[in-house]
């Protein structure tokens, strides 16, 4: 079994793997589906997703969000 250290990756070496996928193999040519919520991460999926593939489906899902105990909530 391989302890779960070992397993997480430094952001220097993913930064490097991303670099060098970005130039030799270029753009997901996939069809990829961003999904976002209205109150949480919203139209980000899809605009990160337009960074490396050229067939993005962005949905954005009304009233989705992170779940706020009812006393933080406006009324």
Same mark, same amino acid.
Request: proline share 13%.
């Given at each position: 079994?391989?302890?779960?250290? /070992? /397993?997480?990756? /430094?952001? %220097?070496?993913?930064?490097e793997?991303?670099? !060098? ?5 270029? %753009?997901?040519?996939?069809? &990829?589906?961003?999904?976002g919520?209205?109150?949480?991460t ?7 997703? !337009?960074?490396?593939?050229?067939? &993005?489906?962005?949905?954005?899902i %009304? ?6 105990p009812? !006393?933080? !909530?406006?009324?």
């Amino acid at each position: 079994m391989v302890p779960f250290v /070992t /397993t997480v990756r /430094t952001p %220097p070496e993913t930064a490097e793997q991303f670099r !060098r996928w970005h130039q030799e193999e270029g %753009p997901l040519t996939i069809p &990829v589906l961003a999904i976002g919520g209205e109150y949480s991460t919203g139209t980000a999926p899809a605009e990160d997703m !337009r960074k490396v593939a050229t067939d &993005v489906t962005g949905v954005v899902i %009304p009233g989705s969000g992170p779940s706020w105990p009812k !006393r933080f !909530r406006s009324p």
